[in-house]
């Protein structure tokens, strides 16, 4: 997936697709249980200058900017 | 009538009503312990309901079955291990797609699972709309519709779990994984049947499934067996890594296309009040004065409620110690129950209102999902302060009593963090170091009392803020650890909810009050009225052949041999320095700030330097066990102890030594 970019860069307020999670085994499989997975859409609602506030399927989590960085997104527009 | 027993377990994920629930099921027939070998709270219950009979245990709430945390481990090695007959999956309604996660991982074990499909009510209120039928059959469990805080759904639930327990445990259909990742599970389950001892344990697909996904648990397991090396062999030739993540994605993308099926959703996603909510009170700006004023207004409720009860409180005790003294004959047994038991006791009952109503309003605050903001917004300043934004809990908890703060670090994932938060969080003064503030500042300060006693909490907090930047510096060192908290909705929490979660922290500090205490008061009773015949608590009594034995040590702090047994049996606990100086100085609570007074040995900076000690030395001896329990060594335990009395030693001797150079 050439055009994804961390969680941690992207604006407030439009709606992301999760492409791919780099991380090491327990982080990526912490956030693919709490559902940061493939097409998964996601929004940002707000940040810190630690911490961002992420929407995933309805729910709410606050993530420090350092795993943020881990999560990949692209454009939903891409996925349809 | 004979009962049949089924054995029932509850699982779901955090803050989707588990624990109202378990309340629901069970009532008040509950029972707290930990599960073996580890920290993690263990509840189990039971409850009855035609001829059957539930026994229900509450799994630690968890997200996935990957044994990635402890409570994900101690959750799965009960359902591998114990078999229960039922697995009761409570689900957030509102929330399917995450929630089902952990069911689809329960089925894959084989699970016998009855679905609970919580709040309900409020999915339908956004709009969002469950085919239940068409979802249970999908699914191929039953479903039941239930709202747990209101207690709505049980019956029918119980008669399900009733229902599935009796019914055949036939395996739910194996969840379809792409070709490549059914090959690699297929070549694994033949190297792994040679081993009949790993397949009673687990499902022989679920484990070479584990296996897959690098599961640390599943891996070890697998290589102490005889199947382990020609495991490791098929292993060797696979790529796990690109492996684990398409699993997780079969599993998402299979409940998608259930609930696809099954659900339909809102037809427009606007603002929710929730986003309101959140966009003033985790502000950049506004988040922090918000949540002080809310902290600040939740400390002035606590003091100002509990002023009559503490009264009332001290009036009882008052009374029956008059009572004990008019008919009590026996001179010894009148001062055992009078100077001892009731004057002991009465002094640490005291402070339960405080701790209740303190409790109380962070049980709201907790349900109603703004604690976890408090964290969020905390979480900056706590993390320059070598903390974790979860920190924030406990240290506030500290105010209260020093035991449950402990207790509440559980909740913190990272040892390092947990660790650093546990042996600061009793620096901050507790409840129980009140009345010593109050009792010398009062007498000595006059006016200036509140001042005095202000000066002592921003003290305890910058003794908490510099011991939690000392460790993390020397001993945990290290980045905090990423951050990952889950925002609830905001809800209206119930009286009954609140009620409950109050108890059971206000409870820990009662059972304090009644075995440790007690016991401690009628220890300094003894050693005070030892040899028979001196008169109570005076020098030549047990208690003063300590106290003078121990002098040397505080001398150069300016305390006499009173005021070191007083510190000595404040290890006990804390409400008992006051509680002894009493016993000391032969008078009751009333009398003894005209007491400590008009005794030429102790100064005004003495009493400053005394409630320093007082504040920063060793936590009490109830606080220090659940250090041990929470922490698991005995080392930290010791080093908490001795880190604290030295510091304070330190503290009060710079106190008395700065006051006498500015010429106090």
């Known amino acids: ?80 | 009538m004979d009962r049949k027993k089924i054995r029932v377990a509850l699982a779901g994920n955090p803050n989707v009503g588990k624990t109202s629930l378990f309340n629901a099921l069970t009532g008040a027939r509950q029972h707290v312990g930990n599960w073996p070998g580890v920290t993690v709270e263990k509840k189990t219950g039971k409850c009855t309901k035609g001829g059957h009979e539930f026994e229900i245990v509450d799994l630690p709430g968890i997200y996935g079955l990957s044994a990635y945390s402890l409570d994900e481990e101690v959750a799965r090695d009960y359902l591998v291990q114990e078999r229960p007959d039922v697995v009761v999956n409570i689900v957030d309604a509102t929330n399917l797609e995450r929630n089902l996660y952990l069911s689809m991982q329960l089925l894959e074990l084989g699970m016998p699972v009855v679905l609970a499909l919580n709040m309900a009510d409020r999915a339908e209120e956004r709009g969002l709309g469950i085919d239940i039928p068409c979802l249970s059959e999908r699914l191929g469990v039953p479903i039941v519709q239930t709202v747990a805080s209101k207690g709505l759904g049980i019956d029918a639930l119980l008669d399900a779990m009733a229902r599935r327990a009796e019914g055949t445990k036939a395996a739910a259909p194996p969840l379809p994984y792409p070709g490549h990742v059914e090959s690699s599970i297929a070549s694994l389950v033949s190297v792994l049947e040679k081993d009949p001892g790993l397949t009673s344990s687990y499902p022989v697909r679920t484990l070479a499934v584990l296996l897959l996904e690098s599961d640390p648990a599943a891996r070890r397991l697998v290589e102490q067996s005889t199947a382990g090396a020609s495991a490791q062999t098929a292993l060797s030739s696979i790529d796990t890594d690109a492996m684990e993540i398409d699993i997780v994605d079969a599993r998402y993308g299979r409940i998608r296309s259930i609930l696809g099926q099954s659900c339909t959703a809102p037809s427009a996603s606007g603002t929710s009040l929730t986003d309101v909510l959140d966009t003033v009170l985790t502000d950049k700006y506004l988040g922090i004065p918000i949540f002080l004023s809310l902290m600040w207004g939740a400390f002035m409720l606590t003091f100002t409620f509990a002023e009559p009860f503490m009264e009332g409180i001290d009036w009882v005790f008052g009374w029956l110690i008059g009572l004990v003294s008019e008919t009590v004959g026996n001179e010894t047994l009148a001062s055992l129950l009078g100077d001892g038991i009731l004057g002991g006791v009465g002094s640490v009952l005291i402070f339960v209102p405080n701790i209740f109503i303190l409790f109380f309003i962070l049980a709201i605050l907790e349900d109603s999902g703004y604690l976890a903001r408090a964290a969020f917004v905390m979480d900056r300043a706590m993390a320059r302060l070598g903390l974790h934004g979860k920190s924030f809990v406990p240290m506030l908890m500290g105010f209260g009593c020093s035991v449950p703060a402990i207790m509440a670090c559980r909740t913190i994932e990272n040892r390092s963090d947990r660790m650093v938060t546990i042996l600061s969080a009793p620096f901050i003064t507790c409840g129980a170091r009140l009345p010593v503030y109050i009792l010398f500042a009062g007498a000595f300060f006059g006016a200036r009392e509140g001042t005095v006693v202000f000066a002592l909490y921003v003290l305890s907090i910058l003794v908490a803020i510099g011991s939690a930047k000392l460790l993390r510096s020397a001993v945990f060192r290290g980045e905090t650890s990423p951050f990952i908290l889950e925002m609830p909705e905001y809800g209206v929490p119930t009286l009954k909810g609140s009620l409950l979660h109050m108890w059971e922290r206000g409870a820990q500090y009662l059972r304090k009050a009644g075995t440790v205490i007690f016991v401690g008061v009628i220890a300094i009773w003894a050693l005070a009225s030892l040899p028979w015949g001196v008169e109570y608590g005076a020098a030549d009594s047990v208690v003063g052949s300590i106290g003078r034995a121990i002098e040397p040590l505080v001398r150069p702090l300016g305390f006499d041999w009173k005021l070191a047994v007083a510190l000595i049996f404040g290890f006990v606990a804390k409400e008992v320095v006051v509680a002894s100086l009493g016993v000391l100085y032969g008078t009751g609570e009333d009398m003894l700030p005209d007491a400590i007074r008009a005794d030429p040995a102790i100064t005004p900076l003495d009493a400053m330097g005394f409630m320093v000690f007082s504040l920063i030395y060793s936590p009490c001896i109830a606080a220090v066990a659940v250090i041990k329990k929470e922490t698991g060594s005995w080392k930290w335990m010791g080093v908490s102890i001795l880190y604290s009395t030295v510091l304070a030693w330190v503290a009060a001797f710079a106190v008395r030594h700065i006051g006498l150079a500015l010429g106090y």
């Not at chain 1, 961390?6 to 492409?19: K, Q, Y």
């Not at chain 1, 940040?47 to 990949?72: D, K, P």
Request: aromatic share 6%; with cysteine; charged share 20%.
């Open chain 1, 1 to 80: 997936m050439a055009h994804d970019m961390p969680l941690s860069a992207v604006p407030e307020g439009s709606t992301w697709r999760v492409s791919r999670i780099a991380a090491g085994y327990g982080l990526s499989r912490r956030l693919s249980e709490l559902g940061f997975v493939g097409d998964a859409p996601v929004s940002v609602c707000g940040r810190t200058n630690r911490s961002i506030i992420v929407r995933l399927c309805g729910q709410r989590y606050a993530l420090s900017r350092g795993i943020a960085q881990h999560i990949y997104v692209s454009e939903a527009s891409v996925h349809g």
